[in-house]
């Protein structure tokens, strides 16, 4: 760009980005500020009522949370998502949102839209979020009540996406389908293409609970889709289609893959980024939550969670027959929704395996092959 | 936009200078900073020792004057220096003229 300064670039395109990835440095994290939400969703892996008391009482205030973001921008991250529950529920979601970007970190926001107010608008405006996530639901009221439990919130809903859109935020719109919304799908697609400059996402996949509530589970159990239901909507996405048709090669393995020693941990949990939960606990990503699998911020630091914590999770290993001869060499593993943290919360232990997830894979496969 | 030499120059609130590795970037927080609200700016060596040289009170003829004693180079050199970062990081609103 001239003589003192390079031309500017965005994430994750930064050189930088990509070479602290390589050298396995800290990139990005995610804050997730309150386990409550306003919304009620049947599918919902963590959603706590809005105004309980308890799980507010056991959210990082926002000193602990001026701790963690200080010592994250010490360590170079770049980037940061702020989820929920329903973030801006916290009373304090500005001061958390600026102090973040004050340390020149790029900031993206997950949010239902329903409690988007003037004041967040002018916030967003002045000080725009690297991304501002909304999930739509549904279209009709009586779809989004369906999802939500709060069809009067459809309105909030409608009014906060169209705040946001008429001040000029940027908005990225997708979608989870569920068996209670999965009739809407291009209804809401169309929806969330019209007001979104982002590409279209939707996600079909839902896991159970944090809290093992086993009622709650069985709502997600109901809720989610058949194989046959998901591999048709994924297909009927001509992008989605053909972003799995043109990486066929390198989500299928040719034979069955090599892991005699049964490490379970294949993905890049906990390298280059990590989550930290309402309460403070460090966890690699946002499934990998159990007794066992949490480090507490509160009384430790980030670096010595990457340095020792991070290593002795990434490290364990299995012996258990049934997954060394399913899981741990399955060639369509990429595919499939398996990983140890969503066996975890499925069936409470790392190496299990989960017949739902397998039979989506299988599907999906059959698919590809068609 | 042209900078003028006896005036000061300071980095705008709403930019934040980090050093990451060895690299000294500078992020744009708010709209109207940088070209787009998402990018990131990486400047090089002089442009950072020039960038780290914005402080209250001092002028760009300070600032040349001083940098030309601690690097040993010519102040009118410095001074092009000076002025052409400042130009450009003018353009991104990304410093203001003090006063």
């Given at each position: 760009m001239s003589?003192?300064?390079?031309?500017?670039?965005?994430?994750?395109?930064?050189?930088?980005?990509?070479?602290?990835?390589?050298?396995?440095?800290?990139?990005?994290?995610?804050?997730?500020?309150?386990?409550?939400c306003n919304n009620a969703c049947r599918h919902c892996y963590i959603n706590l009522p809005a105004g309980d008391g308890q799980a507010r009482e056991r959210e990082l205030d926002f000193d602990g949370i001026k701790k963690i973001v200080d010592e994250a921008a010490e360590l170079g991250a770049m980037w940061c998502l702020i989820t929920g529950g329903e973030p801006l529920l916290r009373e304090d979601f500005e001061d958390i949102y600026l102090y973040i970007k004050r340390k020149g970190i790029f900031v993206s926001v997950f949010t239902n839209a329903t409690l988007i107010s003037e004041k967040h608008v002018q916030l967003f405006k002045k000080y725009p979020p690297r991304a501002l996530e909304i999930t739509v639901y549904g279209v009709t009221e009586k779809t989004y009540g369906a999802v939500t439990g709060k069809p009067e919130l459809f309105a909030a809903f409608m009014r906060g996406v169209r705040l946001l859109?008429?001040?000029?935020?940027?908005?990225?719109?997708?979608?989870?389908?569920?068996?209670?919304?999965?009739?809407?799908?291009?209804?809401?697609?169309?929806?969330?293409?019209?007001?979104?400059?982002?590409?279209?996402?939707?996600?079909?996949?839902?896991?159970?609970?944090?809290?093992?509530?086993?009622?709650?589970?069985?709502?997600?159990?109901?809720?989610?889709?058949?194989?046959?239901a998901i591999v048709a909507l994924e297909h009927s996405d001509s992008a989605r289609h053909d972003a799995l048709q043109k990486n066929c090669e390198?989500?299928?393995f040719n034979e069955d893959m090599d892991n005699p020693e049964g490490f379970l941990f294949g993905c890049g949990a906990g390298i280059s980024e990590f989550y930290v939960n309402h309460e403070g606990f460090f966890m690699l990503c946002a499934s990998l939550y159990g007794s066992g699998l949490l480090y507490d911020l509160k009384n430790g630091t980030i670096k010595n969670a990457l340095d020792d914590f991070v290593p002795k999770i990434r490290a364990m290993r299995t012996t258990k027959t049934e997954y060394m001869a399913n899981c741990g060499r399955c060639r369509i593993i990429n595919l499939c929704l398996w990983c140890p943290a969503h066996a975890f919360l499925e069936m409470g232990q790392l190496d299990a395996c989960v017949d739902y997830f397998c039979s989506v894979a299988k599907e999906r496969y059959k698919k590809m092959l068609l | 936009m042209?900078?003028?030499?006896?005036?000061?120059?300071?980095?705008?609130?709403?930019?934040?200078?980090?050093?990451?590795?060895?690299?000294?970037?500078?992020?744009?927080?708010?709209?109207?900073?940088?070209?787009?609200?998402?990018?990131?700016?990486?400047?090089?060596?002089?442009?950072?020792?020039?960038?780290?040289?914005?402080?209250?009170?001092?002028?760009?003829?300070?600032?040349?004057?001083?940098?030309?004693?601690?690097?040993?180079?010519?102040?009118?050199?410095?001074?092009?220096?000076?002025?052409?970062?400042?130009?450009?990081?003018l353009k991104l609103n990304m410093i203001h003229k003090d006063g």
């Open positions: 003589l003192y300064m390079e031309a500017p670039q965005k994430l994750p395109d930064f050189w930088l980005w990509e070479e602290r990835r390589k050298k396995q440095g800290l990139v990005s994290f995610t804050l997730e500020l309150t386990p409550r859109l008429d001040a000029g935020v940027p908005l990225s719109l997708k979608t989870v389908m569920i068996r209670s919304n999965v009739h809407e799908f291009q209804e809401i697609a169309a929806f969330c293409r019209a007001h979104s400059s982002e590409p279209f996402r939707f996600d079909p996949f839902i896991h159970l609970r944090f809290d093992r509530d086993e009622k709650r589970n069985q709502e997600i159990r109901e809720e989610r889709l058949s194989p046959e390198k989500l299928v | 042209e900078i003028d030499v006896n005036a000061v120059y300071l980095p705008s609130e709403d930019v934040v200078a980090r050093k990451i590795d060895d690299a000294f970037i500078l992020v744009p927080i708010a709209s109207g900073v940088g070209s787009m609200e998402d990018e990131l700016y990486t400047l090089n060596e002089t442009g950072h020792i020039i960038w780290e040289g914005l402080a209250p009170g001092r002028r760009v003829v300070d600032l040349a004057k001083s940098l030309a004693e601690e690097y040993d180079a010519s102040e009118e050199e410095i001074r092009q220096d000076i002025q052409g970062i400042l130009t450009e990081l």
